[in-house]
Protein backbone atom coordinates (compact mmCIF):
# COMPACT_ATOMS: atom_id res chain seq x y z
CA UNK A 1 0.00 0.00 0.00
CA UNK A 2 1.17 3.61 -0.53
CA UNK A 3 0.49 6.71 0.78
CA UNK A 4 -1.95 9.36 -1.16
CA UNK A 5 -1.93 13.55 -1.63
CA UNK A 6 -5.08 15.41 -0.18
CA UNK A 7 -5.64 15.78 -4.46
CA UNK A 8 -6.24 11.72 -4.43
CA UNK A 9 -8.33 12.17 -1.55
CA UNK A 10 -10.53 14.77 -2.54
CA UNK A 11 -11.08 13.19 -5.97
CA UNK A 12 -12.35 10.04 -4.58
CA UNK A 13 -14.87 11.63 -2.20
CA UNK A 14 -16.04 13.60 -5.38
CA UNK A 15 -16.41 10.82 -7.52
CA UNK A 16 -18.95 9.40 -4.17
CA UNK A 17 -20.22 12.45 -3.43
CA UNK A 18 -20.59 14.87 -6.61
CA UNK A 19 -20.26 18.63 -5.60
CA UNK A 20 -22.72 19.22 -8.78
CA UNK A 21 -25.39 17.74 -7.25
CA UNK A 22 -24.78 20.15 -4.02
CA UNK A 23 -27.14 22.94 -3.90
CA UNK A 24 -26.74 26.21 -5.42
CA UNK A 25 -27.10 27.90 -2.00
CA UNK A 26 -24.38 24.92 -0.65
CA UNK A 27 -20.80 25.65 0.15
CA UNK A 28 -19.04 22.23 -0.49
CA UNK A 29 -15.22 21.23 -1.00
CA UNK A 30 -11.91 22.13 -0.06
CA UNK A 31 -11.99 24.39 3.23
CA UNK A 32 -8.28 24.64 3.80
CA UNK A 33 -5.56 22.56 2.87
CA UNK A 34 -2.97 22.16 0.22
CA UNK A 35 -3.76 19.67 -2.58
CA UNK A 36 -0.38 18.29 -2.73
CA UNK A 37 0.04 17.89 0.70
CA UNK A 38 0.35 14.07 2.20
CA UNK A 39 -2.57 12.45 3.38
CA UNK A 40 -2.56 9.43 5.98
CA UNK A 41 -5.20 9.84 8.58
CA UNK A 42 -8.48 11.08 8.42
CA UNK A 43 -11.30 12.06 11.05
CA UNK A 44 -14.76 12.13 10.00
CA UNK A 45 -17.39 14.80 11.68
CA UNK A 46 -20.71 16.40 11.21
CA UNK A 47 -19.20 20.09 12.42
CA UNK A 48 -16.26 21.80 11.83
CA UNK A 49 -15.98 23.01 15.57
CA UNK A 50 -13.20 23.68 18.00
CA UNK A 51 -13.86 19.92 19.71
CA UNK A 52 -13.58 18.46 16.23
CA UNK A 53 -10.24 20.01 15.59
CA UNK A 54 -8.95 19.18 18.93
CA UNK A 55 -9.84 15.58 18.69
CA UNK A 56 -8.16 15.66 14.97
CA UNK A 57 -5.07 17.16 15.90
CA UNK A 58 -4.69 15.16 19.22
CA UNK A 59 -4.48 12.42 16.83
CA UNK A 60 -2.32 13.95 14.06
CA UNK A 61 -4.80 13.63 11.14
CA UNK A 62 -3.81 15.06 7.84
CA UNK A 63 -7.81 16.02 7.20
CA UNK A 64 -11.05 16.14 8.93
CA UNK A 65 -14.11 15.84 6.24
CA UNK A 66 -17.48 17.04 7.87
CA UNK A 67 -20.78 17.14 6.30
CA UNK A 68 -21.68 20.51 7.47
CA UNK A 69 -19.60 23.56 6.13
CA UNK A 70 -17.90 25.95 8.20
CA UNK A 71 -18.74 29.10 6.17
CA UNK A 72 -21.94 28.64 4.70
CA UNK A 73 -22.72 32.02 3.82
CA UNK A 74 -18.97 33.11 2.83
CA UNK A 75 -16.80 35.41 4.37
CA UNK A 76 -14.39 38.34 3.90
CA UNK A 77 -12.03 37.43 6.47
CA UNK A 78 -10.27 34.27 8.04
CA UNK A 79 -8.66 36.53 10.85
CA UNK A 80 -7.98 35.08 14.44
CA UNK A 81 -10.29 37.57 16.33
CA UNK A 82 -13.39 35.37 15.42
CA UNK A 83 -13.91 31.76 16.46
CA UNK A 84 -14.10 30.50 12.82
CA UNK A 85 -10.77 32.71 11.93
CA UNK A 86 -9.25 30.69 14.94
CA UNK A 87 -10.17 27.39 13.72
CA UNK A 88 -8.65 28.44 10.32
CA UNK A 89 -5.46 29.49 11.69
CA UNK A 90 -4.98 26.27 14.08
CA UNK A 91 -6.00 23.75 10.93
CA UNK A 92 -3.20 25.24 8.87
CA UNK A 93 -0.94 25.74 11.86
CA UNK A 94 -0.91 21.75 12.09
CA UNK A 95 -1.22 20.84 8.54
CA UNK A 96 -4.40 19.58 9.13
CA UNK A 97 -6.88 20.14 6.09
CA UNK A 98 -10.72 20.33 5.88
CA UNK A 99 -13.35 19.48 3.42
CA UNK A 100 -17.14 19.89 3.29
CA UNK A 101 -19.65 17.15 1.36
CA UNK A 102 -23.18 18.77 2.12
CA UNK A 103 -25.93 18.79 0.18
CA UNK A 104 -24.17 16.63 -2.31
CA UNK A 105 -23.92 13.93 0.14
CA UNK A 106 -27.86 14.21 1.16
CA UNK A 107 -28.93 13.31 -1.95
CA UNK A 108 -26.10 10.38 -2.96
CA UNK A 109 -26.89 6.95 -3.16
CA UNK A 110 -26.33 5.54 -0.70
CA UNK A 111 -25.92 9.40 1.19
CA UNK A 112 -26.82 10.57 4.59
CA UNK A 113 -30.08 9.42 4.48
CA UNK A 114 -30.12 5.64 3.86
CA UNK A 115 -27.58 5.74 6.60
CA UNK A 116 -30.33 7.29 8.43
CA UNK A 117 -33.01 4.15 7.57
CA UNK A 118 -30.33 1.66 7.85
CA UNK A 119 -30.19 3.25 11.66
CA UNK A 120 -33.65 3.06 12.58
CA UNK A 121 -34.01 -0.21 11.45
CA UNK A 122 -35.64 0.17 7.80
CA UNK A 123 -35.02 -2.93 5.49
CA UNK A 124 -33.41 -1.61 1.64
CA UNK A 125 -33.92 -1.24 -0.56
CA UNK A 126 -35.05 2.72 -0.01
CA UNK A 127 -36.20 4.79 -2.49
CA UNK A 128 -35.78 8.53 -2.52
CA UNK A 129 -38.41 10.37 -0.88
CA UNK A 130 -37.86 13.78 -3.18
CA UNK A 131 -36.10 12.72 -6.07
CA UNK A 132 -33.91 15.05 -8.30
CA UNK A 133 -33.49 14.70 -12.11
CA UNK A 134 -30.86 12.05 -11.66
CA UNK A 135 -32.08 8.99 -11.43
CA UNK A 136 -31.78 7.03 -7.69
CA UNK A 137 -30.72 10.69 -5.94
CA UNK A 138 -32.51 13.06 -3.72
CA UNK A 139 -33.35 14.09 -0.39
CA UNK A 140 -34.71 11.67 2.15
CA UNK A 141 -35.66 7.94 1.73
CA UNK A 142 -38.62 5.48 2.18
CA UNK A 143 -38.23 1.77 3.61
CA UNK A 144 -40.44 -0.51 5.43
CA UNK A 145 -39.90 -2.02 8.85
CA UNK A 146 -39.25 -5.64 8.89
CA UNK A 147 -42.97 -6.40 10.79
CA UNK A 148 -45.41 -3.42 11.53
CA UNK A 149 -45.53 -2.36 15.41
CA UNK A 150 -46.52 0.55 17.19
CA UNK A 151 -45.47 3.91 16.97
CA UNK A 152 -44.16 3.93 20.40
CA UNK A 153 -41.58 0.74 19.63
CA UNK A 154 -40.64 1.88 16.86
CA UNK A 155 -39.41 5.49 18.50
CA UNK A 156 -37.65 2.80 20.97
CA UNK A 157 -36.15 0.97 18.24
CA UNK A 158 -35.41 4.46 16.69
CA UNK A 159 -33.60 5.55 19.67
CA UNK A 160 -31.23 2.61 20.08
CA UNK A 161 -30.30 2.58 16.39
CA UNK A 162 -29.28 6.58 17.15
CA UNK A 163 -26.59 8.55 19.20
CA UNK A 164 -27.39 9.45 22.59
CA UNK A 165 -28.31 13.22 22.43
CA UNK A 166 -29.54 15.97 25.41
CA UNK A 167 -32.54 16.16 23.76
CA UNK A 168 -33.57 12.68 22.92
CA UNK A 169 -36.22 11.48 20.31
CA UNK A 170 -39.96 13.68 20.61
CA UNK A 171 -43.14 11.74 19.21
CA UNK A 172 -46.20 13.20 17.40
CA UNK A 173 -48.85 11.14 17.17
CA UNK A 174 -50.73 7.80 18.82
CA UNK A 175 -48.27 5.66 20.14
CA UNK A 176 -50.58 2.65 19.96
CA UNK A 177 -50.49 3.49 15.99
CA UNK A 178 -49.05 0.97 13.55
CA UNK A 179 -46.97 1.85 11.88
CA UNK A 180 -44.46 -0.59 8.66
CA UNK A 181 -43.94 2.38 5.90
CA UNK A 182 -41.54 4.95 7.03
CA UNK A 183 -39.58 8.07 5.74
CA UNK A 184 -36.80 9.22 7.14
CA UNK A 185 -34.63 12.89 6.55
CA UNK A 186 -31.22 14.02 7.76
CA UNK A 187 -31.37 17.10 8.80
CA UNK A 188 -33.66 19.29 9.05
CA UNK A 189 -37.29 18.14 7.71
CA UNK A 190 -39.48 20.89 7.69
CA UNK A 191 -39.95 21.21 3.95
CA UNK A 192 -40.87 17.55 3.54
CA UNK A 193 -43.82 17.23 5.21
CA UNK A 194 -46.08 18.34 2.42
CA UNK A 195 -44.17 14.83 0.25
CA UNK A 196 -43.96 12.70 3.51
CA UNK A 197 -47.72 12.77 3.47
CA UNK A 198 -48.16 12.04 -0.08
CA UNK A 199 -46.00 9.40 -0.37
CA UNK A 200 -48.20 7.85 2.02
CA UNK A 201 -46.04 6.67 5.19
CA UNK A 202 -46.85 6.16 8.35
CA UNK A 203 -44.05 7.77 9.93
CA UNK A 204 -41.68 10.36 9.19
CA UNK A 205 -38.68 10.99 11.15
CA UNK A 206 -36.14 14.05 10.76
CA UNK A 207 -35.10 17.07 12.51
CA UNK A 208 -35.36 20.73 13.87
CA UNK A 209 -39.50 20.39 13.23
CA UNK A 210 -41.18 23.33 14.13
CA UNK A 211 -44.62 23.60 16.48
CA UNK A 212 -46.62 25.05 14.11
CA UNK A 213 -46.43 22.85 10.84
CA UNK A 214 -45.65 19.88 13.16
CA UNK A 215 -49.00 20.28 15.13
CA UNK A 216 -51.14 21.05 11.65
CA UNK A 217 -49.43 18.17 9.79
CA UNK A 218 -50.36 15.43 12.47
CA UNK A 219 -54.34 17.39 13.29
CA UNK A 220 -54.76 17.46 10.09
CA UNK A 221 -54.47 13.45 9.88
CA UNK A 222 -50.69 13.73 8.32
CA UNK A 223 -48.24 10.76 9.28
CA UNK A 224 -47.03 10.61 12.74
CA UNK A 225 -43.50 12.59 13.25
CA UNK A 226 -40.72 11.82 14.92
CA UNK A 227 -38.33 14.58 15.66
CA UNK A 228 -34.16 13.63 16.61
CA UNK A 229 -31.89 16.24 17.19
CA UNK A 230 -30.33 17.17 14.15
CA UNK A 231 -26.74 16.05 14.41
CA UNK A 232 -27.80 12.63 15.79
CA UNK A 233 -30.26 12.11 12.42
CA UNK A 234 -26.65 12.94 10.22
CA UNK A 235 -23.94 10.95 12.44
CA UNK A 236 -24.21 7.43 11.11
CA UNK A 237 -23.45 8.72 7.13
CA UNK A 238 -19.69 9.65 8.56
CA UNK A 239 -19.06 5.75 9.24
CA UNK A 240 -20.21 4.79 5.58
CA UNK A 241 -18.80 7.51 4.13
CA UNK A 242 -15.53 6.88 6.00
CA UNK A 243 -15.85 2.76 4.52
CA UNK A 244 -16.55 4.16 1.13
CA UNK A 245 -13.41 6.29 0.96
CA UNK A 246 -11.03 3.73 2.12
CA UNK A 247 -12.40 1.38 0.31
CA UNK A 248 -12.33 2.75 -2.98
CA UNK A 249 -8.60 3.84 -2.03
CA UNK A 250 -7.65 0.47 -1.13
CA UNK A 251 -8.97 -0.66 -4.34
CA UNK A 252 -6.06 2.14 -6.01
CA UNK A 253 -3.44 0.32 -3.67
CA UNK A 254 -3.54 3.37 -1.39
CA UNK A 255 -3.94 3.22 2.62
CA UNK A 256 -5.04 5.82 5.11
CA UNK A 257 -6.71 5.86 8.48
CA UNK A 258 -10.15 6.67 8.88
CA UNK A 259 -11.62 7.67 12.14
CA UNK A 260 -15.07 8.47 12.94
CA UNK A 261 -15.75 11.32 15.75
CA UNK A 262 -17.97 10.65 18.54
CA UNK A 263 -17.52 14.02 20.06
CA UNK A 264 -21.16 15.22 20.54
CA UNK A 265 -21.63 18.57 18.66
CA UNK A 266 -25.38 18.96 18.95
CA UNK A 267 -26.09 22.28 19.92
CA UNK A 268 -28.25 21.47 23.04
CA UNK A 269 -26.08 20.07 26.08
CA UNK A 270 -28.83 19.43 28.32
CA UNK A 271 -32.52 19.64 29.11
CA UNK A 272 -34.39 21.03 32.21
CA UNK A 273 -38.09 20.29 33.59
CA UNK A 274 -40.59 21.82 35.60
CA UNK A 275 -40.18 20.03 39.05
Known amino acids: MTETTLATVIE?????YDPAHAEPWDAVGLVCGDPGQAVRRIVFA???????????????????VTHHPLYLRGTTSVAADTAKGRLIHRLIKNDCALY???????????????ALARAVGLYPP????????????GL?????????MTLAKFAALAAQGLPRTAGGLRVAGDLDRLVKVVAVSGG??????????????DVFLTADLR??????????????????AHWATEWPWLAEAAERLTSALAAKGISVEARVSDTVTDAWT???QRG
Open 140 to 148: GRVGVLPVS
Open 46 to 64: VDPVAAVVDEALEWNADLI
Open 270 to 272: TTA
Open 188 to 201: SGDSLLGTARAAGV
Open 12 to 16: TLEHA
Open 100 to 114: TAHTNADVADPGVSD
Open 211 to 228: HHPASEYVESGGPALIDA
Open 126 to 137: YRPLSPIAVPGL
